[in-house]
């Protein structure tokens, strides 16, 4: 078992007690075609609200022009280190569904399509590191998105590398313990804030 696998309260499947967002990635790994094809896949068959489907991808390979136009809408912190990736994915969600009538849910799915597309890098025995930050309009401008989509992500995917590569404070969160609020404070039943009477 890594060290960075989730400490959980009861057993959980192994794609999702060992995925975890580093920022140390080897910057001398390559993506290959058939792995790009298996993590895309993943992302296409989410699930969404009456198949609209509402996510699209900007998909950059380290070294290409994609990836460096996404790079440089990363915010400074994130250009620390997101470089080393293998891949940047933006993910953009449609704002209305075809009948032009707004989609509500559209970033939950696009939300649910990134989350696979984490998940299948995982089975690969890559990682993925989702990132807020990073400037939408710059995106937006720089690759053309059209109105009525907005950027709501962008991935970095790749092969782990050495926490040791990392400046001091970024390799002090890399090593870090991973935490998360205990099932109590979480979960729910009867009213708000009253704890779902389960759990070891």
């Known amino acids: ?41 993943a992302a296409r068959w989410a699930p969404s609200a009456r198949n609209s489907q509402p996510w699209r991808f900007l998909v950059g390979r380290r070294g290409d022009t994609t990836y460096r136009r996404i790079f440089a809408t990363l915010a400074p912190g994130n250009r620390l280190w997101a470089g080393n990736s293998s891949l940047l994915v933006a993910a953009v969600a449609a704002e209305r569904l075809e009948s032009g009538t707004p989609h509500p849910g559209a970033a939950y799915d696009t939300g649910l399509a990134v989350a696979q597309l984490s998940l299948q890098a995982r089975a690969l025995g890559l990682h993925a590191h989702q990132m807020g930050g990073f400037d939408p309009e710059r995106l937006r401008t720089s690759l053309g998105v059209p109105d009525g989509y907005q950027p709501l992500s962008i991935t970095a995917i790749g092969a782990l590398a050495a926490p040791e590569l990392l400046p001091q404070e970024l390799r002090d969160r890399e090593t870090a313990a991973r935490e998360r609020r205990p099932p109590a404070e979480t979960f729910f039943a009867q009213s708000w804030g009253n704890p779902l009477p389960v759990g070891p």
């Open 1 to 41: 078992m890594s060290p960075r696998t989730a400490n959980t309260a009861v057993a959980v499947h192994p794609l999702l007690a060992e995925r975890w967002s580093p920022r140390s990635f080897d910057a001398t790994h390559t993506i290959t075609d058939e792995e790009l094809v298996s993590l895309l896949e």
